[in-house]
């Protein structure tokens, strides 16, 4: 199983969220980091919503409509990139 | 007419246009018929006969497409279920419809795959339908991009009439056990031509479909659009919205079929950010649009059609609302479809009068065949009409109607909820639950803006404890996701009536 490179731990807190709020497992996220959320069925449409709010809430960022996309929500890894990238940019 | 014919004559007629769009492919209309063609091949050459079932376990996919016309062409009747059914209920539905054969696209381990044919012992192949193939083929397990190499697209010539069934629409009833309701090809040809008629759909048409296929408003986009020879967008879902707004931009979507949770999504985005100008129609169904988003619809889609309307499985589409009347009557659901008959009937049996609470009864070729092996079900559901041998749909549904004779939806008559457009059987879900160690379960649904109702379960533990999240992934390892209850509330006892049995009226 792969994990990321999480040096700012943004991947453990979205493993973590992912977990507890939407596999309702408290054993933790059974999943590579690159596991696509639509195709292993992690998150529904309805989950995707909840996740936005918690990276929003979580973060602190504002997820435009355009940003909301697969390249960017889709894995562990994905989300981790965006962030990142997101957080270190000056808006 | 047949309904593989929707697929056939359209692809005599327009060869060459493009029919589906799926993620990065793009297939004419020739090119799927000669898919569906290899597919029936390969089936009849399985064994498959005349009115045998094929259950498809797919996600929107050119396979899911390509499976469903092909069970057709080789004279037999398709089952789409919803991807995420779980192995029990998978089972449950293998062997009461007794499949001969399974298409899925989900990675099946060897152990599973034999644990699968042995519990179902009627089913003779599996074909996966991943992308690309993942193994050789053998054991029971064919692979679809294999039979695409190695089938002929030969046309069979057609074994079967209109009234031989086309596909069997599992639908979830109040005993718990889902129940195939039995469509035959008129009846799918019938429904399919009334909605193309009042939607005024063209051949420019091009629709998108972010619903599953599994659920019959999903499949009856691709039926339609099959049927007037227009492009179909098949998404694989919403979760994305912004990609799919940036489809309807490029590929000049006219038709848009959403449900309530669909449009409020929508509802929040920016929408100016997307040039929406091809869009034509937009239809709801499944729960009512609250009337406020009704009117921010109306405001966000200037010059695009809304229609409201309601139906269920059993008579596939009931109502519709004509777009001239929504701003008279928001609420309401509308009128029979074309070439069809609707009434509300009184607890003794009169037709209602204007405001008088009853239920929908329908008359018509829509009204389904029955359900599958389920006779004592089937007569309460379907009844003798007027004329001998013809049968109304008692719906269940309680409704009233105005005195201009328009419908408006109050509520079940049993206990069924309705979430998300889909049917939640109480009992079903209490039955999941009720595997917990000392678990006493009830289950009801509770009003929810957007999804109409949202599934609740009241649980009182005596056993080991649970915390609410153990209790949602129980659920989710033994329901579908739509099944899967929203609000968990703990309590010390469950209120009963005097024979002791829980009183669900005093839980809500």
Request: negative net charge.
């Amino acid at each position: 199983m792969t994990m990321t490179n999480d040096p700012d731990g943004y991947a453990a807190r979205i493993r973590d969220y992912v977990a507890r709020n939407l596999l309702f497992s408290d054993k933790g996220f059974n999943y590579g980091d690159d596991a696509s959320f639509l195709e292993e069925g992690i998150i529904d449409s309805m989950g995707i919503i909840e996740l936005v709010s918690f990276v929003e809430g979580e973060f602190g960022v504002s997820v435009a409509d355009r940003e909301l996309v697969p390249d960017n929500f889709d894995s562990v890894t994905k989300l981790d990139a965006y962030l990142r990238a997101k957080l270190s940019s000056p808006d | 007419m047949l309904v593989q014919e929707f697929l056939a004559n359209s692809a005599r007629r327009l060869p060459d246009k493009t029919a589906l769009v799926c993620g990065n492919r793009r297939l004419t209309y020739g090119e799927l018929d000669a898919m569906a063609d290899r597919l029936a091949n390969a089936l009849a050459g399985l064994g498959l006969g005349r009115g045998d079932r094929v259950v498809l376990q797919l996600h929107n996919s050119v396979e899911a497409v390509v499976g469903i016309f092909a069970t057709l062409k080789a004279g037999g009747v398709f089952v789409p279920i919803n991807p995420t059914t779980k192995n029990d209920k998978l089972t449950y539905i293998l062997n009461n419809c007794r499949a001969r054969v399974l298409l899925l696209d989900a990675a099946l381990r060897d152990s599973d795959r034999d644990a699968l044919l042995t519990a179902a012992p009627a089913l003779k192949a599996i074909v996966d339908c991943r992308k690309p193939a993942p193994g050789p083929s053998g054991n029971g397990l064919l692979s679809f991009e294999g039979i695409q190499a190695e089938f002929p697209p030969t046309p069979r010539p057609a074994i079967n009439i209109d009234l031989d069934l086309a596909c069997l629409i599992y639908t979830s009833g109040s005993t718990g056990e889902p129940k195939g309701v039995m469509c035959d090809h008129s009846n799918v040809d019938f429904a399919a031509s009334s909605i193309i008629s009042y939607l005024e759909n063209v051949e420019d048409d091009v629709v998108i479909n972010v619903l599953p296929l599994a659920f019959d408003y999903g499949l009856y986009q691709l039926l339609m659009t099959f049927k007037f020879g227009g492009t179909l967008v098949l998404e694989r879902s919403f979760m994305y919205p912004a990609q799919i707004l940036d489809r309807i931009q490029s590929e000049r979507v006219t038709g848009f079929p959403g449900v309530p949770t669909v449009f409020s999504v929508l509802l929040q985005m920016d929408l100016g950010a997307f040039d929406l100008s091809g869009l034509r129609y937009l239809t709801n169904t499944a729960a009512a649009l609250p009337p406020s988003h009704i009117s921010q619809l109306r405001a966000s889609f200037p010059g695009v059609t809304l229609y409201s309307m309601y139906g269920l499985t059993e008579t596939k589409r009931t109502l519709y609302l004509p777009p001239a009347q929504l701003d008279r009557r928001p609420g309401s659901v509308g009128i029979a479809i074309p070439g069809t008959e609707v009434w509300v009937e009184a607890e003794d049996g009169r037709r209602a009068e204007p405001g008088e609470v009853g239920e929908l009864v329908v008359r018509g070729r829509h009204v389904m065949r029955g359900y599958w092996e389920a006779p004592e079900a089937t007569g309460l559901r379907f009844r003798p009409g007027p004329i001998p041998g013809e049968r109304l749909c008692h719906t269940g549904d309680l409704f009233r109607m105005d005195a201009e004779g328009f419908l408006y939806f109050v509520g079940r008559k049993d206990d069924i909820i309705k979430s998300r457009g889909e049917k939640v059987a109480p009992k079903e879900v209490e039955n999941v639950l009720h595997m917990l160690p000392g678990v006493s379960a009830a289950v009801v649904g509770v009003p929810d803006p957007v999804m109409g109702q949202a599934v609740k379960a009241f649980i009182v533990v005596n056993g080991p404890a649970l915390t609410e999240a153990q209790v949602i992934a129980h659920c989710r390892a033994h329901l579908e996701d739509f099944m899967v209850p929203k609000i968990i509330e703990f309590r010390d006892a469950l209120p009963t009536t005097e024979s002791g049995k829980i009183q669900k009226r005093g839980l809500v």
